[in-house]
C-alpha cells in the first residue's frame, strides 16, 4: 500500500522535510485516523463532529468511509462525519490530521447540562464563548480560564434554528476537564456568572479551530439540569428528533460553504 501521509504529497516518491510535530500528524492520521486511505480524497469543505452519541450518520446518503471518517450527502451538500468519544484527546488527533484535507468548518454536536433555572431538559444552547477549564486549550494558544469564542457561523446557526421554532439560549458557557468533580460550589459560581451550560469539549473545539484557521460552530442538546437536580431521557426522545433534524436542516442550507 502507498502511503500519501510521511511524503507530503501524492507522489510517494517526493519527500518533504517535516518536524516532530508534522511528523507525528501524519503518522497519527496514516495509522488511526484515515486508516491508509488518502486525505486527499477526502473532498467535504464542511466536518461535523458528534460527540457521544451517533446523531448523523444513518442519515448520510452516497457515504463513503476514509478510516474513521464518513463523507455522505445531506440533501445536496456533501459533509464530512465523526463520531468521537466525550473528551478531547481523540477530537485533538482528528482535528489536526484534517489539515492534510480541504476541510474549513467544523460543527460539533454534543450534550450538556443547564447552569440556569429557567433552561429545560430537550432545549438546545448555541455557545457564543466558552470558558476553557479543559487541559487542551491551553496547549493552543488560550489560557486556563480564558474564554474561548466561536465563529460568527454560530449565529448564523441558532438563527436557523431559531426561525424552525426551536428553543435556543445563546451565551458563554463552560467546558470543564472533570465532569465528576462540577461540586456545588463550582455549579452555583457558574450559574451566578450566568453561564448557560457546561460540557466537555466546546473550548478545545473552538481553540482548535482557531489555530488551524478553520471555522467552528456547536449545537449542545441539554440533558441534564444542574442545578436543578435533574436528569432526563431526551438523548432518546422527540427533543433529539427535532435537534437532528434542526442539523440537517441547517447543513443542508445556504448558511455553510459548499
Known sequence: ???????????????VALNWE?????????????????????RP??????FGDDFLSPLLKKHEHF???YSGFIGDRLVGYVRVPPGT?????????????????????GTCGALQE????????????????????????????????????????AGFLERRGQKIYRGQIVTTGAVFRETEELLNSWNADGFVGVELE??????LAAYMGMKAA???????????????????GKERDAFVEGITGFLASPNIPA
Request: charge should be neutral.
Open 218 to 236: 456547536m449545537a449542545l442538546l441539554v440533558t441534564d439540569s444542574p442545578i436543578r437536580n435533574e436528569t432526563s431521557g431526551v438523548i432518546r
Open 1 to 15: 500500500m502507498k502511503s500519501y501521509f510521511l511524503t507530503g504529497s501524492r507522489k510517494p516518491e517526493t519527500k
Open 202 to 207: 466546546a473550548a478545545s473545539l473552538f481553540a
Open 67 to 69: 478510516g474513521t471518517l
Open 45 to 50: 469543505r464542511t466536518v461535523v463532529f458528534a
Open 118 to 157: 429557567e433552561i429545560n431538559c430537550g432545549d438546545i444552547i448555541i455557545p457564543e464563548a466558552a470558558k476553557a477549564g479543559d487541559c487542551l486549550s491551553p496547549h493552543y494558544g488560550f489560557e486556563f480560564g480564558q474564554m474561548i469564542a466561536a465563529a460568527a457561523l454560530s449565529a448564523s446557526l
Open 89 to 109: 484527546v481523540i477530537l485533538e488527533g482528528v482535528m489536526r490530521s484534517l489539515s492534510l484535507t480541504r476541510a474549513d468548518t467544523i460543527i460539533g454536536l
Open 22 to 42: 508534522q511528523k507525528f500528524i501524519r503518522f497519527v492520521a496514516e495509522r488511526w485516523v484515515f486508516q491508509g486511505s488518502d486525505p486527499h480524497a477526502f
